[in-house]
């Protein structure tokens, strides 16, 4: 045989020499959930390993990542019960959980970018991302578009690089950018959840944050999972009303959106490995059937291969330190 693709593969030096896909700590962005109180550590009992952290914890878990190499956090606040609303006003409340969880991040460690959440589901009495129609049920997409705003600036004001638009409500990156660049936050970035599907892999993250939908489910706004030529024309919009960066959320399922994007896009693509993912690969080192750190690198890598710039991982942490071993 005069072709032997194995001799590509004999040893480890040659199979780095010829690796196409690398991953890095660079790469990385660490999902932190923040609550009220001091010295604050509670396990999210659907994620093993992952934790609501006070300011004061999230602060330290923020430096230790940042030593790892990973210089980029996204913060979701859990907050009271008795402070969510219809109207979600403690989205944009100045001296509110998530504002002073940035301020304190950034005055602390200015290095760091921070990523804000732009969505009501975490401050809202429904559930849901966007305000709800009392009588009807209907999302109401222009009128949270103005509640969005006002969140988003809130973030800016408080210190936030990067607004990460979660919430699936038609032309919210064009009312954000707008809103950032007439009150001078015209530096500040827009990561534009642009392909979000209504997905079962949330679960988790639901649970950490207890912003579960109080009646109905999200799929009059969030994607329909079926559907691959509809994330093209959600991110064209979203390139279209300003955003910096697209986002394909969830990861693993959705790993030929990601492609997809990568192929008609000139934007950077991120990725979020959501929830669900990291749980269930944990239930699954748990019972001794997978090998953590391998899998955890393999699955990253998946991301990269498939065209992602930069993932958004709750194995961050993880995977930095194997990276430095």
Not at 14 to 42: C, M, W, Y
Not at 138 to 161: F, H, M, P, S
Not at 197 to 220: C, E, I, V
Request: charged share 25%; net charge negative.
């Amino acid at each position: 045989m005069l072709i032997r693709p194995r001799r590509n593969r004999v040893n480890e030096v040659i199979r780095s020499l010829v690796r196409e896909t690398h991953l890095s700590a660079d790469h990385l962005i660490a999902p932190l959930f923040v609550i009220e109180g001091n010295n604050q550590k509670v396990p999210v009992a659907s994620m093993p390993g992952q934790n609501r952290l006070s300011i004061d914890l999230l602060i330290q878990e923020a430096k230790e990542l940042y030593d790892l190499g990973v210089r980029t956090v996204a913060l979701f606040p859990a907050i009271n019960e008795n402070l969510k609303t219809p109207e979600a006003k403690e989205a944009y409340n100045p001296d509110g959980l998530n504002a002073r969880a940035i301020k304190e991040l950034k005055n602390a460690l200015p290095e760091m970018m921070i990523m804000g959440d732009v969505a009501l589901d975490p401050y809202s009495s429904e559930g849901h991302d966007g305000l709800v129609d009392p009588k009807t049920g209907e999302i109401l997409n222009d009128e949270t578009l103005e509640v969005l705003t006002r969140q988003a600036l809130c973030e800016a004001q408080a210190g936030v690089d990067i607004i990460g638009p979660s919430d699936m409500m038609d032309g919210r990156v064009a009312h954000i950018r707008q809103a950032l660049d007439a009150e001078g936050f015209s530096r500040t970035l827009i990561m534009s959840y642009s392909a979000k599907y209504a997905s079962a892999y949330y679960g988790p993250f639901r649970d950490a944050l207890d912003s579960a939908p109080k009646k109905g489910d999200k799929k009059t706004y969030q994607m329909d999972y079926a559907n691959a030529n509809e994330a093209l024309r959600e991110a064209a919009l979203d390139e279209a009303e300003g955003a910096d960066i697209l986002m394909v959320k969830p990861g693993l399922p959705y790993l030929d959106v990601i492609y997809r994007l990568k192929q008609n896009f000139t934007l950077p693509i991120a990725a979020y490995n959501v929830s669900g993912e990291y749980a269930m690969v944990k239930a699954a080192v748990e019972k001794g059937w997978l090998e953590n750190d391998k899998v955890i690198i393999e699955t990253l890598i998946s991301f990269r291969r498939a065209g992602a710039d930069i993932i958004l991982t709750y194995f961050a942490k993880e995977a930095a330190q194997i990276l430095t071993k």
